[in-house]
Every structure is written in C-alpha cells, then in structure tokens.
C-alpha cells in the first residue's frame, strides 16, 4: 500500500507529465501539415498529445471534476447527438440519385466516422484547455510561442519564394499551397497548415489572445504576418477587429475616429491603385466584377465559394432534418452544383462553416451550433479584446471551411476560462 508522502508524489508526477502534454499539445497547435505523420490521413502532433492528456485525464479521474458551464455542456452533448443520429440516418438511407464516390477519402461511412470522432476530439479539447487554463494561465505562453515558430517558417516562405531561393519544405507538407505574383515567384502562402486561409485565422486568434494577455508586439507581429498568407478573409477581419476597437476607444472623439477612418480608407485606396498585386488578392475578390478584369481568375475563388455554399443550401433545402451526413457534402454536391463548370473532381467543400454544418447534419444541429456560440460570444463580453475577436471569428465562420480545427475550439476553451476565472475574482 502506499503511503502519504508516495501518494503524493505519485499525485505530483502525473501532474507534471499532464503540465508537459498540455504545453506541447499547445505548442503543436499550428502544425496542421507540417510535422505530420501519414497513416493513410496525415496525424498530427497536437493530436497525439490531446490522446495521450485524454488518458491521462481518465486515470487521475480528472473529468470528474470538470467545472464547464452545464447550459454549454449541455449543448454540447446534443450537438454530438444530432450529428449521431444524422450519420445513423444516412448510413442506411438510399437516395434516388447515384452519389459521387470519387468525392470520398476511403467511404461515406468511414468518413463520417472519422470526421465524428474528430468532432469529439475537438470538443474535448474545448474542456481540457477550460481546466487547465483555470489552473495555469501562464500556459498561453506555449500557445503564443508555438505561433511565433509558425510565423518565422511562414516568414521563411515568404522571402524564399520573394527571391526565388530553394525551399526548405518541413516534413509532412506534401501539396502546398502556392500562389504566383508579380512582384516575385511563386509563394508559398499555406504556412505550416494545408492552406492559407487555415493559417490566416490561427494568426488572427494567436494576435487576439496576445493582445488581450497584454503582449502587444507579439500581436502586431502575428498580425502583419498573416500578409504572408495571402489570405483576403485574413486581412478583412483583421481590419474589422481594429474598427471594432478602434470605434470603442475613439467613439467619444468623433474627430479623432472620423481621421483614423479616413486614414485607413485612404490607405485601402492608395495601395488598390498603385499595387496589382494588393488589387488583385484583395479588392479584385471582394468587388471587382467579371467585364472590369483583364484577368478573370482574380474573382474565381469567390465564384467558388458562392456556388459551393449556394449548393450546400440547395442540399439543406431537400435534406432539412438531418442533412446528407457529416463529411458527405462532397458526395452530393455535383448532383445539386448549378455551375458544373466550376466542378474540377475530387472532393468538394462548402467553405462556410455555417452551411457546412446545415447540409451535413440538418437544422437541428445547426440551431444548437448557434446557441452554442451565442454562449462562447456573451462570455467573452468580459474584454473588448475578446469579445471583438470571437465577434470577428463568427464573421470568418463564413469563409471557413470546416468547424473542427482544433485551434478553434481551443480559442474557445481560453475564452471560458478567462471568464471563468474573471467571475471568481
């Protein structure tokens, strides 16, 4: 039998090796593509090390003790039982029409599957980073500092693509994503994830939580990276974050907000004329029409995307209930797409979490998606910072591809303990 002094050290070491996977699985948070191991999908680190705090976890019995609001937790729960029921469903459901099978990784089935247990990999991360970000705030260090490598590697990038230099590319990134410009040759702008987008919006959360714990360089460095990625969604809301926080600080001087928006309008205007590489990744994609190009390929990826959420709501509109099946959209798409042109094979994605989650896994799902996140969005309301963060999150959700990045849910595991926390002070 042990006794007390073991026992507390026994207590003391497995707290230990918990506080090491935490900051690791923190650290790893943004090697989405690089540092992956390919078992038939590419395993990332940060995930091998929520599995092993997961096991952790159960054998100190620490999520008996979880303290998560029991309204989210709740919500949470019948989130995970709509898309059950969903995959259920549509396991079994014959549809009149043939599927597209070459829109699959391994099967329906077996995609399905694997995208649920990732969704419940995701939210177990949104419980673990709430506890243990309770306990240990200074934690968000490893967070930061794992975002400070992936900006230097996306730096790298940059400036090797800039001179045309040869390319260090880190293990696990098969297909980056490149992207051709004129004032240099091809960038690439997907970082250490699979695409650009994905490493705009882990940028743009890293620049919110530094800022908001008070590292304001580390913010602006993160922000002026996200330039690396090339991502319009990115820059957008960036921008409308520092409106939203500009307005607040400035809004009793009406002649002070007044000079600062016509300072960024006019900066917005200068670069659009005088740089086509700025014109043709930003103002070309939000504005421009097809009869105004010289090269119609600047507003193709905003075509795209209109026809596939377009498309994704045509599928909700027959499947309303329960949708066609989580990571099954791509199977249905070419039967419902309205612009077969715009289809180039393979497996097609909504690009808009909202209508992702609506044609996959049906209305109900969706509502309590919502009430979910009106819940994350009142508790961040403790901070201007947050608060506009998770705002502007909820606006990028519309140019996202999927709900269950772990960063995502991770940012939102911070949020709830930092109100957790606010509350008990």
């Known amino acids: 039998m042990l006794n007390t002094n073991e026992l507390n050290l026994h207590k003391t070491n497995n707290f230990t090796i918990h506080q090491f996977l935490m900051k690791a699985f923190l650290f790893f948070l943004p090697f989405s593509q690089a540092l992956t ?34 309204k ?6 019948l989130f995970i039982f709509f898309i059950s029921i969903s995959i259920v469903v549509n396991t079994f459901y014959t549809y ?12 329906g089935l077996v995609d399905s599957l694997l995208k649920f247990f990732y969704v419940l990999m995701v939210i177990i991360s949104l419980i673990i980073t709430f506890n243990a970000f309770k306990e240990t705030r200074n934690l968000i260090n490893y967070f930061l500092f794992g975002a400070f490598i992936a ?26 994503q490149y992207i051709n410009l004129k004032l240099g040759g091809d960038f690439i702008r997907s970082g250490t994830f699979t ?37 319009t969604a990115s820059f957008l809301c960036s921008i409308i974050f520092w409106l939203i926080i500009f307005y607040n600080k400035y809004k009793k001087h009406k002649i002070k907000m007044i000079a600062g ?9 200068v670069l659009t004329e005088l740089s086509p590489t700025f014109k043709s990744l930003f103002y070309n994609k939000l504005f421009a029409t097809e009869e105004s190009l010289e090269n119609p390929n600047d507003i193709y990826s905003r075509v795209d995307r209109l026809n596939t959420s377009y498309s994704a709501l045509i599928i909700f509109y027959h499947n309303p209930v329960l949708g066609v099946g989580l990571a099954n959209f791509g ?20 690009n808009d979490i909202y209508v992702e989650i609506l044609s996959e896994c049906g209305i109900f799902a969706f509502f309590i998606f919502l009430l979910f996140l009106n819940q994350i969005f009142k508790k961040s309301k ?8 998770c705002f502007v999150s909820l606006l990028y959700f519309f140019a996202f591809p999927t709900f269950s990045m772990l960063f995502i849910w991770v940012f939102f595991g911070i949020i709830l303990s930092t109100n957790q926390l606010k509350i008990s002070n």
Do not use: Q
């Open 195 to 231: 695409e650009g987008n994905f490493m705009g919006f882990y940028l743009f959360i890293s620049a919110v939580l530094a800022k908001y714990f008070t590292k304001n360089k580390l913010s602006l460095f993160f922000f002026i990276t996200i330039i690396t990625t090339f991502s």
């Open 96 to 107: 009149n029409y043939p599927l597209a099978e070459d829109a699959v990784r391994i099967s």
């Open 382 to 389: 403790i901070s201007l910072v947050l608060s506009s963060g």
């Open 72 to 77: 989210i937790l709740c919500l949470l729960i």
């Open 151 to 176: 900006s230097l590697y996306s730096w790298y990038l940059f400036f090797s693509g800039f001179l045309s230099l040869p390319t260090f590319i880190l293990p696990g990134i098969d297909n980056p």
């Open 37 to 70: 191991i390919n078992i038939s999908f590419p395993l990332k680190l940060s995930e091998i090390f929520l599995i092993l705090i997961v096991l952790v976890e159960l054998l100190n019995r620490k999520f008996n003790k979880n303290t998560l609001d029991k």
């Open 261 to 269: 928006l016509f300072c960024i309008f006019t900066m917005f205007s």
């Open 331 to 350: 199977r249905h798409f070419r039967h419902y797409n309205p612009l077969p042109e715009l289809d180039l094979g393979g497996k097609a994605i909504p």
